[in-house]
């Protein structure tokens, strides 16, 4: 059967796991891969996972099992294996290989949470010309590339208990739109960019951070660096708040 989650879902699942340096280095490279395609020996060196392919095989199954518990139940393919990476990717054999693409809407939940892809990346305000990127992104210090920012759970938790979970910049309670399957479901919006603080900082969950709806929150990311939240109600005819 055909699997179709969301990127919100992908998004809210990757809010609620640890992700591991292993784990983001994964994702990372599927995200910088040609069509977000990659083998496991591709995955292998372009994540830099010890143990060659084998060991990628691994690790790709360890991280998609993290999305179990939100994404719900996987179905088999029809010989009694779970095939964990489903959860993450499509696959397919092509001449003797076997290939894992990216579920796009994984890639939408990954840049709308502050994720970056080699090709969206603003090489000339890096002074890097889009060939010098090309080879940088397989040198050896490909790591430049691969910083993805933990979010705290906690400070994530704090920011709920005291605002709630209704849309702080439109105003929309979910659950009086979808009924009680989003319960409890919001989004949470770092008003300051952990990637472009670059480093580890204290959050405080109740001026750093608010609650937002799926919409609002990828609205607020079509602009690096992101749109404020006033500068979003402006654009909806709504005062400050």
């Not at 998004?11 to 496991?40: K, S, V, Y």
């Not at 502050?114 to 040198?139: K, P």
């Not at 989003?182 to 480093?199: F, N, P, T």
């Amino acid at each position: 059967m055909p699997l179709s989650w969301p990127p919100e879902q992908f998004a809210f699942a990757l809010e609620q796991m640890p992700l591991t340096e292993n784990n983001r280095r994964i994702l990372q490279a599927f995200l910088d891969a040609p069509e977000q395609t990659l083998t496991a020996h591709s995955l292998a060196a372009a994540a830099n996972v010890a143990g060659g392919w084998s060991a990628a095989n691994l690790r790709i199954g360890e991280l998609s099992r993290k999305f179990a518990p939100v994404l719900g139940s996987l179905p088999d393919a029809g010989d009694g294996d779970p095939h964990w990476w489903r959860y993450i990717a499509s696959g397919r054999w092509d001449g003797g290989r076997f290939y894992w693409t990216l579920r796009p809407q994984l890639k939408d939940a990954l840049l709308t949470l502050g994720w970056q892809s080699s090709e969206s990346l603003d090489n000339e305000a890096e002074g890097v010309s889009a060939e010098e990127a090309r080879t940088f992104v397989e040198g050896a210090t490909r790591q430049i590339f691969v910083n993805a920012y933990e979010r705290n759970a906690g400070a994530r938790a704090a920011c709920i208990a005291h605002f709630g979970t209704v849309c702080r910049v439109c105003e929309t309670d979910l659950v009086a739109i979808y009924g009680e399957v989003a319960r409890g479901y919001i989004q949470v919006h770092h008003l300051r960019s952990l990637a472009e603080v670059g480093r580890q900082y204290e959050v405080n969950p109740l001026t750093d951070l608010i609650p937002v709806c799926p919409n609002c929150h990828a609205m607020l990311h079509q602009r690096r660096p992101a749109y404020t939240p006033e500068e979003l109600r402006a654009m909806l005819g709504r005062g400050q708040h």
